[in-house]
Nanobody, 119 residues
Framework: VQLQASGGGLVQAGGSLRLSCQAS????????MAWFRQAPGKEREFASA????????DYADSVKGRFTISRDNAKNTVYLQMNSLKPEDMAVYYC?????????????WGQGTLVTVSS
């Protein structure tokens, strides 16, 4: 499975961005997809995830109520709608996928897309 993330950019605090992650290859093997982020000098952290089959979602407390994850099966694409962005949301955002046979292992990773939030 290959993942291609896009949609990052520069936005003012309070603004919005939508990230996209398109999967290709053996996409039928995907159990869930997620977004992680890594801010400068910090460890990578979980942001949100969606179960491919039933659209169940999960969010980190830091983004709950502001970010929305969704998926488009026909396009094999996962989106992360980010609203009310804060300077602390600035990070490189990575999409990841966990296969059905290893549901808790994010075995596949995209290249990352940079989100910059100006205050």
């Amino acid at each position: 499975v290959q993942l291609q993330a896009s949609g990052g950019g520069l936005v003012q605090a309070g603004g919005s961005l939508r990230l996209s992650c398109q999967a290709s290859g053996l996409t039928y093997t995907v159990y869930k997809m997620a977004w992680f982020r890594q801010a400068p000098g910090k460890e990578r952290e979980f942001a949100s995830a969606v179960i491919w089959s039933d659209s169940s979602t999960d969010y980190a407390d830091s983004v709950k109520g502001r970010f929305t994850i969704s998926r488009d099966n026909a396009k094999n694409t996962v989106y992360l709608q980010m609203n009310s962005l804060k300077p602390e949301d600035m990070a490189v955002y990575y999409c990841a996928a966990a296969p059905r046979n290893r549901k808790y292992d994010y075995a596949y990773w995209g290249q990352g897309t940079l989100v910059t939030v100006s205050s």
